[in-house]
Every structure is written in structure tokens, then in C-alpha cells.
């Protein structure tokens, strides 16, 4: 029964809410944009509501519900908008020939050992990591909204340590904790790291793939040489994001490295390179994934921000889209509001 409750709550929350989120949010986009942009914006919807119930010491129960009814609601309504939908002619797909298989087996082969190792074999300590961890145990078990302190768990007031009580990622965790009956540390540990390092190897296929314009045999190949880079610099390099993907791919700041600021990057070059018609639904996905950074780390106030104004700079004087400055403006606004609120605190 508790296999059955936990499959449930995570199938739920990972796939159903991301994806019909997705279809409400961008109809007509292909499954892959769907699901990256229905994950980010229940994320952004989970930050928000954790920020209310952080400041009003809310219970952590009460926020969860809600969350699960507002993103349920929404994804419900994306999925209903999919099936009424007229159907297109699916377009005849290329083939894969044998050289491709192998590759993709290959790559699947490596994330798979990679996952596998993390999950089963590596552990580290550092009060960092343990302040992550313990933010996800003691929320749960106070019922609040990260209002304990994580070592000793004294109530505390509203931003008692701002940089770590708004990017509220340890609280997923609680919150997926309370829907499967499991315990935070385990999935904060094991389950999630099952789906961080996929998606951070599926966020370098993006990239691989949109510089190598489809085609799969370098798309393939660029992975594997990704995987193989990421392994011997993990090995050789003891603090990297390769590093971080490998031993401790579930704290804030792997996630920043190996998935957002990657992501990021890719919506970028979707804007600059996408025709006018398909532009604003990168631009939509990019607010959403620089919202929900807020929730991820502390390092991405900063960064997000400035990974924004570099590429902005550059982009409005190769295309003069002088137009677009104020999107700039407001995608990053969400990050640089919390890099101001943790230098005045």
C-alpha cells in the first residue's frame, strides 16, 4: 500500500502536474518544451506559495494542499485543452539507422550508471549539504515552512537566514515527503537524484542538438564526450559543477550549474534564433525558469541576473530587437529582487 501511495503521489507531482501544466501553459508545443515548461511553472507556483507560508508560519500541510489543488486544476485544464484539440497529421519521422541506436544506448548507458552510482554508492558531508537536508527533515516534522532553524530547531522569525529561506528547494522534499508517506531525506537523497541527472543530460542533448541542427549522430556522440568530461573532471576536480552533479547532484547549487543556468542558456538562443511566431512562447518559458531559480539556490540571485545582462547586451545590438530590453528587465527581475532583499537583510 505505501508502494502504491508513493508511486501515486509522484506520478502526480512529477509527471501529471508538469505536463498538463505544460499543455496549459504552451498549447501546440512539442512534448519536450510541454514538460520543461509545465515542471517550471508548478516550481514557480511552489515558490510562491512557500514564500507566504514562510512569512505567515503557515502549515506546511495546508500549503501542500493547495499547491496539489491550484497546479492540479491547472494541469487538469491543460490536459482537457490537449485532448479537445484538433489533431494534426503526424508528420512521417526520419528513421534512426544502426550507428544512431548505438550511440543512444551508449549515452542511455552512462546517465544510467551514472544515476545508479549516486543513488546507491556516494555520500558527502559538509554543513552546507547538511543544512539543505535537515531544512527538508525539520519543515516536515514542524509542519512549517522552513521557521526552524535546521540544527537545533528553535522557531525563528520570518528570513532568519534570507538566502536560504527563500530558494526553499529542501522544501519540495517535505512537500513530496507529506504526498508519499516517505521519509524527506530519502527522497531528497535518492528518489530526486533519479530524475536530476537525467534532466540535466537531457538539458546538454538540448544544447548539443540545437548547435548540431538535428542531427542525431553528433547530437549522440557530443553527449557521451559530455558524460566522459563530466566523469574525469569529477574525478580529477574535487569542487566543480561536474563535481557537484556527480556526488551531491540534489543541492541547490548542482541544480543552478548542470541544470538552470544550461537551460537558461538554451532559452536564449531559442529567442535570438526562433522565428516571430514560436518567440514568445521561449520567451514565456524563460520567465518561468528564471522565476523558479528563485526557489532553487542562493548563487542564482546573483547569477541569473547577470548571465541576463551579458547575453542581453549582445543580442539587442547583433538583431536590434531594441524592444525586447524590457524582457530582459522582467525576467530577471524576480532573481535581482531576491539578490536585494538577501543584501539588505
Not at 502536474?17 to 518544451?33: A, D, L, S, T, V
Not at 507560508?53 to 501542500?64: D, K, N, P, Q, W
Not at 532568519?160 to 537523497?189: C, D, K, Q
Request: proline share 3%; hydrophobic share 55%.
Amino acid at each position: 500500500m505505501s508502494f502504491i501511495r508513493a508511486s501515486a503521489a509522484f506520478l502526480y507531482a512529477l509527471f501529471f502536474i508538469p505536463i498538463g501544466m505544460g499543455y496549459f501553459c504552451f498549447p501546440g508545443k512539442n512534448r519536450y518544451f510541454v514538460s520543461i515548461g509545465g515542471l517550471f511553472a508548478s516550481l514557480t507556483a511552489f515558490e510562491i506559495l512557500a514564500l507566504i507560508f514562510h512569512i505567515t508560519l503557515g502549515s506546511l500541510r495546508v500549503m501542500t494542499l493547495l499547491w496539489c489543488l491550484l497546479c492540479g486544476s491547472i494541469a487538469a485544464a491543460g490536459i482537457w485543452k490537449k485532448i479537445r484539440m484538433p489533431k494534426c497529421q503526424n508528420m512521417r519521422k526520419e528513421s534512426w539507422d544502426t550507428y544512431e541506436k548505438i550511440l543512444f544506448v551508449i549515452a542511455l548507458g552512462l546517465i544510467f550508471a551514472q544515476t545508479l552510482n549516486t543513488v546507491l554508492r556516494v555520500y558527502y558531508a559538509n554543513w552546507d549539504d547538511e543544512t539543505y537536508c535537515a531544512t527538508a527533515v525539520v519543515s516536515y516534522f514542524t509542519d512549517t515552512v522552513d521557521r526552524y532553524t535546521p540544527q537545533r530547531e528553535l522557531l525563528r522569525e520570518a528570513f532568519y537566514n534570507t538566502g536560504y529561506n527563500i530558494a526553499e528547494w529542501p522544501v519540495f522534499s517535505s512537500m513530496l515527503a507529506i504526498l508519499s508517506g516517505l521519509h524527506p531525506a530519502i527522497i531528497f537523497r535518492t528518489i530526486l537524484p533519479s530524475f536530476e541527472i537525467p534532466f540535466a543530460y537531457f538539458i546538454v542533448y538540448l544544447l548539443l542538438n540545437h548547435f548540431f541542427i538535428n542531427d542525431r549522430k553528433k547530437t549522440f556522440l557530443g553527449l557521451i564526450y559530455s558524460q566522459l568530461f563530466v566523469l574525469i573532471t569529477a574525478e580529477k576536480l574535487a569542487i566543480s559543477s561536474e563535481w557537484w552533479l556527480v556526488v551531491n547532484c540534489w543541492s541547490g547549487k548542482a541544480l543552478a550549474f548542470n541544470i538552470i543556468t544550461p537551460l537558461i542558456l538554451w532559452c536564449l538562443f531559442n529567442i535570438e534564433d526562433s522565428s516571430t511566431e514560436e518567440r514568445p512562447s521561449y520567451w514565456k518559458l524563460l520567465f518561468l525558469v528564471c522565476f523558479a531559480a528563485c526557489l532553487i539556490a542562493a548563487s542564482l540571485f546573483m547569477i541569473v541576473p547577470l548571465e541576463l545582462a551579458i547575453w542581453g547586451m549582445f543580442y539587442l545590438f547583433r538583431t536590434k530587437r531594441w524592444k525586447d530590453t524590457w524582457k530582459f528587465a522582467l525576467c530577471g527581475f524576480p532573481t535581482a529582487a531576491c539578490a536585494f532583499l538577501v543584501m539588505i537583510a
